[in-house]
């Protein structure tokens, strides 16, 4: 029987999911995260998998695999000593950046130091013009004496971002042979083949965080294809990355921004295949895991894209799943500072040692900790049996806070959440706000290991009505990679007025794109992925600072102006149709080898849920509630709440007034 593996490494677990191909079974499970040890969560993961569910990982067709190697790096400042080849006169660019500060109303807000020291920044002879015309010739020796620098400081690697490259790479180009020439051990990266695009710090920032993580990222994928080769995995590995698709290891060693925000957001793809099994059209997910809370949306069942991503500070100029991260996981820390003030997050205890109720020497109370507490946990093992429940260490991490509080043990640990559901619903209310979001139309789709504890309440406090719980919700993201299709963009600079003779170089473009395009895609070595292509144009009206992605489907002067006024109004509730448009950017996006999972369809339910009675503390008391099982569900069961449905992945809890009914497919749709 052949199988498809999809794996997300998270801070506390790694979780996995396999589909077998034919039947369209799945398996999932669930390991502790090796922070210490990255890739070894992830052989022992598949081990798991061939011992417990007897998989054949001979069989083993295709594997997808989520990190966060990349993005761990620069939060944790571990990434490669950088030098950084400017052009004469702008090695400044990472200094200067855009000159806004991350919090505009804060004293005290500081921007992140560059991941490329000033001392570092080294100036290289000759200048291009914005036409692409050559002004000055390269200065062999200002490159010279710059490798001559970068190896007496000590970097590993080079970064060239040049003046107007985007027009013209040959200079870029040029500097990096002479480098492989003069210091073959330093790695090279040109800014024009990270992001080909206009604006020199949007560039150099892309670039120099991809050259930052290279090194790891390229390590840790090397173990991961001879784990996974040891393990006899024969199917070759394939990356998730930022962009909701996927590609082959051996391109993220070198494309290695294009995976940075791989995790989250996988996320949103199981998220939006789950939805599509549901019959939801618009969606928020909240994906809560053990270090974070994710908050995305789906708009008819698509995840949204931006660029301009936030990474550890510092922008992320690729395409990708737009996602906003919050320090408010499972694993968060509860703490009470100087003005006796609780809080939660964002440090996080991990999954070494991890909360105090996993009773592996973890003694700070944690979100996990206070459901714990009031009876929500403990009912079975946690994790797939990776973790047993210690209570009497919880109560006493729990207890601690509750002393500085001045509050008994369980009302403090309803406080704990309750923090940690507002900072839940301040991001929603933000993303809500700039999305202008109608809530009546929505559906909170809760998952993540810690997602269902707290999505019913998060969906109380802001307004929404309905809650999708999925049949799996602690591996959503691993499914997300199970589901993923091939997908890569590309981009190129133009800005070009929108006007007859502009035609035809942009068609040129975009058909440069198209066979670039179907190069990357046969070097992912996929068999029988046909790629499909879509075609957008970044636009503007002249004089704006900023544009806006206008999808192409006929490359017709009348249709391009008619897109984009479409867009803008859209966008901003304005258009002028008299102003002069700009072209600023062509942009080509690929995509093959969508994969398709059937999720087994439950039997009907022929009587009422089985459940057995326990007593949690919820709104202010002790309660006596049911306890249901969720593999004892079946199609059409009804549940009311207050309620716990346990599972192996995660815990549910239904809140008092609200009703829960089982799919077909064994998700849940709670109305509250």
Partial sequence: MAWRIGVDIGGTFTDLCAAEEETGTVRTLKVLSRPDAPGADVALAIAELS?????????????????TVGVNTIIQRRGAKLALFATDGFTDVLELARLRMPDAYSLFGERAAPLVTKDCALPIGGRMLANGQELEPIDRAS???????????????????????WRNPAHEIAVAALVAELAPELFVFRSTE???????????????????????????LERLEAALAEAGVPARPLI????????????????????????TACGVMGAAFVAAEAGVRHAATLDVGGTSADVALLRD???????????????LFVPSVAVSSIGAGGGSIASVDAFGMLKVGPDSAGSTPGPACYGRGGTQATLTDAFAVRGVLGHGALGYGAVKPDMASARAAVGAIAGKLGLGIEETAEAIAAVAVSAMYLEFSKMFARNAVDLDDLTLIAFGGAGPMVGCQVARELGVSRVL????????CALGGLVAEIRNDMVRTVMLPLEDESLAPMREGWAALAAASEVWLAEVGE??????????????????SYEIEVPVTDMSLAALAEGFHTQHRAVFDHADPAAPVEVVNLRVAIRAGAQKVTSPTLAPASGPPPSEPIRIFLDGAWQEVKLYQRDALRLGHEIAGPAVVAQ????????????????????????L
């Fill in 469 to 476: 719980v999925p049949r799996s919700p602690g591996v959503v």
């Fill in 240 to 263: 998730t990355r930022s962009n909701g698709g996927v590609m082959a290891a051996r391109q993220g060693k070198r494309d290695c921004v294009g995976m940075l925000l791989s995790g």
């Fill in 143 to 165: 490159v010279a004496a710059a490798v001559r620098a970068a190896q007496a400081k000590g970097c590993a690697g080079v970064v060239i971002c040049l003046l107007h490259a």
């Fill in 194 to 220: 990270i992001w080909p695009a206009i604006r020199e710090y949007e560039r150099s920032s892309t670039a120099v965080l991809n050259g930052y993580v290279h090194p790891r990222v390229s390590l840790y």
């Fill in 527 to 544: 068999p029988g992925a046909a790629g499909l292509l879509q075609y957008s144009a970044d636009m503007r009206y002249r004089g704006q």
């Fill in 51 to 67: 011992r417990v569910h007897g998989v054949d990982l001979g069989e083993v067709i295709r594997f997808t695999h989520g990190t």
């Fill in 648 to 671: 192996e992945d995660t815990t549910l809890l239904l809140p008092t007034g609200s009703h829960a009914t089982v799919q077909a497919q064994g998700h849940l749709m709670v109305e």
């Fill in 301 to 315: 069942g698509q995840a949204q894209f931006a660029a301009g991503e936030n990474v550890g500070g510092f922008p």
